[in-house]
T-cell receptor, first 114, second 111 residues
Framework: NAGVTQTPKFRVLKTGQSMTLLCAQDMNHEYMYWYRQDPGMGLRLIHY???????AKGEVPDGYNVSRLKKQNFLLGLESAAPSQTSVYFC?????????????FGPGTRLTVL | AQSVSQHNHHVILSEAASLELGCNYSYGGTVNLFWYVQYPGQHLQLLLK??????LVKGIKGFEAEFIKSKFSFNLRKPSVQWSDTAEYFCAVGGYSTLTFGKGTMLLVSP
């Protein structure tokens, strides 16, 4: 039982490049989330999904897209990376809504955009 | 929209000192409150949570938190900290399907 996994762990991009971050969970959770963590800013929600085939915007969605084609996977895409997207990205999942269910977090992806 | 305010960004304590980390929230509806912890090099994990009932909740590793509705607060406490408690602590309030996190408090415990 791996829990929540994220790939890659580290990535360096040049401005304008694109990439996809993959999150996978093996706990049969309905809800999945993408956050970014920046020093002094805490965790901010980018996008989330309440089930397979659904996505919704969070607090800071601009510049990101997501897809949830399979229940166990939640992809975060950057179409044209900018230095402001340098951050640590965390994926999380919960059985139902995070407002009253424990969220399980992945190990994070450290992204640097030059 | 809900918001969470954590009073201290950095706290430095010696081992065996008592800890209290402040957390205030604003939310118009029924509130669910959480503390998550991130140990160095590890991912976030749940420390404790409050949904209803006894306003004093106990979590893992000797931590506890008290929900005071009149003060919109959910402060985290531990009577005697250890070096292994060095970590970043996040208070969060639950909304409809999501959580809103505070900016975090970095706790450094010196041996």
């Amino acid at each position: 039982n791996a829990g929540v996994t994220q790939t890659p762990k580290f990535r360096v991009l040049k401005t304008g490049q694109s990439m996809t971050l993959l999150c996978a969970q093996d706990m049969n959770h309905e809800y999945m989330y993408w956050y970014r963590q920046d020093p002094g800013m805490g965790l901010r929600l980018i996008h989330y999904s309440v089930g397979e085939g659904t996505t919704a915007k969070g607090e800071v969605p601009d510049g990101y897209n997501v897809s949830r084609l399979k229940k166990q996977n939640f992809l975060l895409g950057l179409e044209s990376a900018a230095p402001s997207q340098t951050s640590v990205y965390f994926c999380a999942s919960s059985y139902l809504g995070a407002s009253n269910n424990e969220q399980f977090f992945g190990p994070g992806t450290r992204l640097t955009v030059l | 929209a809900q918001s969470v305010s954590q009073h201290n960004h950095h706290v430095i304590l010696s081992e065996a000192a008592s800890l209290e980390l402040g957390c205030n929230y604003s939310y118009g509806g029924t509130v669910n409150l959480f503390w998550y912890v991130q140990y160095p090099g590890q991912h976030l994990q749940l420390l404790l949570k409050y949904f209803s009932g006894d306003p004093l909740v106990k979590g893992i590793k000797g931590f506890e938190a008290e929900f005071i509705k009149s003060k919109f607060s959910f402060n985290l406490r531990k009577p005697s900290v250890q070096w292994s408690d060095t970590a970043e602590y996040f208070c969060a309030v639950g909304g409809y399907s999501t959580l809103t996190f505070g900016k975090g408090t970095m706790l450094l415990v010196s041996p």
